[in-house]
Nanobody, 125 residues
Framework: QVQLVESGGGLVQPGGSLRLSCAAS????????MGWFRQAPGKEREFVAA?????????YYADSVKGRFTISRDNAKDMVYLQMNILKSEDTAVYYC?????????????????WGQGTQVTVSS
């Protein structure tokens, strides 16, 4: 059974940093595109960042996080990371890790096959 488990969320002040981790298990994820999404209260789930299947491969970011967030992966450990810097109050949301059974990344929620349970990130002073 496929499992994605996020960790690393918490409360941080504006301008601070957090690093989210996603542990994948259940199959070999080295051939999957991986993504991070977020959902704020009362809003739809939105794309944050994605990375193609190979470590160090192509990445893509939402305009709202470009230059502040960095997605990376370690295929040997089946881990995906999201380094978040210069956090803003508008980054407050539940962050989800997702896996897409394809080597092509996507920004669409519906394109991803597996989802984690989410981790809360709150940016507040």
């Amino acid at each position: 059974q496929v499992q994605l488990v996020e960790s690393g969320g918490g409360l941080v002040q504006p301008g601070g940093s957090l690093r989210l981790s996603c542990a994948a298990s259940g199959r070999t994820f080295s051939s999957y595109a991986m993504g991070w999404f977020r959902q704020a209260p009362g809003k739809e789930r939105e794309f944050v960042a994605a990375i193609t299947w190979w470590s160090g491969g192509y990445t893509y970011y939402a305009d709202s996080v470009k230059g502040r967030f960095t997605i990376s992966r370690d295929n040997a450990k089946d881990m995906v990371y999201l380094q978040m810097n210069i956090l803003k109050s508008e980054d407050t949301a539940v962050y989800y890790c997702a896996a897409k059974a394809s080597r092509v990344l996507s920004t669409a929620v519906t394109a991803y096959d597996y989802w984690g349970q989410g981790t809360q990130v709150t940016v507040s002073s």
